[in-house]
């Protein structure tokens, strides 16, 4: 079956950075867009950014221009690296990839930006 694995959260200070790395396992056939959303307590989960398996970008309002998306199509990988962190990035972070026609979510990595 297919499992999604994340890793990379964690505290951080403000303005600091850190990377978020997915890995999809088990009998993959096709993967489609993967990506990161979040989740802040009593919300729904948004999107934070994706990336379709060509390589097309999407990114929330709220971190484009200091977090990059990037995927191992080779390895069933997705990383996403975020700079100039601030309180309003923490949330937990779930991974997400679509997966032999279906979607596949990762258990969720907190990420607490605080002094």
């Known amino acids: 079956q297919v499992q999604l694995v994340e890793s990379g959260g964690g505290l951080v200070q403000p303005g600091g950075s850190l990377r978020l790395s997915c890995a999809a396992s088990?009998?993959?056939?096709?993967?489609?867009?993967m990506g990161w959303y979040r989740q802040d307590p009593g919300k729904q989960r948004k999107l934070v950014a994706s990336i379709t398996s060509g390589g097309l970008i999407d990114y929330a309002d709220s971190v484009n221009g200091r977090s990059t998306i990037s995927r191992d199509n080779a390895k069933n990988t997705v990383n996403l690296e975020m700079n100039s962190l601030n309180a309003e990035d923490t949330a937990v972070y779930y991974c997400?990839?679509?997966?032999?026609?279906?979607?596949?979510w990762g258990q969720g990595t907190q990420v607490t930006v605080s002094s």
């Open positions: 997400y990839a679509q997966i032999n026609e279906a979607d596949y």
């Open positions: 088990g009998r993959i056939f096709r993967v489609g867009a």
